[in-house]
């Protein structure tokens, strides 16, 4: 057991290009101030990389890429959520926390691997959950890290691909979405990863917060 209070804080420490693994946390957090359920079974990482030129929320999308491939190597058909979510079948299998420093972006991952279950109230599923079996979290993080990288390469190569491959498992596109106090319908991502809400004839681009389907 690698217990830390948040890799999110080691992981700043550390200088860029370096990554953090638990697999517990007793402070983990995500997204607008939530709290990540750490307990022993899940992986938890944060990697501290150069910041890309690229928009956080498009750089949140690449590494939601690079777990939904992952999903997909065991056989599953992931869905990304706008904009740090990975979804199978109505509950969710993994968040992304991006914090950004000066000069270097810290990506946290919270994976939903070994766990047998979940507090009620969290709509949450795991790999043991859907397959019955225990994973290696020593080789999904090695798996992960891989995608990652190849991920991240494609984001600074071509960035239009990356957006079309995260257009492709997009979830609730056509759903009627709320962010703050614009309700619209969910038409997918601009070419920097925005939400784009279509609403009274107009289009709006949403780069930050939730949206609630
Ligand atoms: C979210 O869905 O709101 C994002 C959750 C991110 C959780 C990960 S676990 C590893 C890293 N350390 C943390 O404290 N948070 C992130």
Known sequence: MLKTSSTQDIAKRLSPNSAVISTLQTEGRGRVGKKWHSEEGGLYLSLNIPKPENSQELL???????????????????????????????????????????????????????????????????????????????????????????????????????????SKRLLYVGSVATSKNLTGTFIGISQNGSALLKSGGKIFEITSGELKF
Request: proline fraction near 3%; hydrophobic fraction near 45%.
């Open 60 to 166: 949140s999308l690449t590494i939601g890429l690079a777990v939904a491939k992952l999903l997909e190597s065991f056989g599953l058909n992931p869905g990304i959520k706008w904009v740090n979510d990975i979804y199978y079948q109505d509950k969710k299998l993994a968040g992304i926390l991006i914090e950004n420093l000066k000069n270097s972006s810290i990506i946290g991952i919270g994976m939903n691997v070994n766990q047998r279950s979940f507090p009620e109230g969290l709509n949450a599923s795991s790999l043991y959950l859907i397959f019955k079996k225990e994973f290696s979290l020593k080789e999904v993080a090695l798996e992960l890290f891989k995608n990652i990288f190849l991920c991240l390469k494609e984001l600074s190569e071509s960035p239009e691909e990356v957006i079309k491959e995260v």
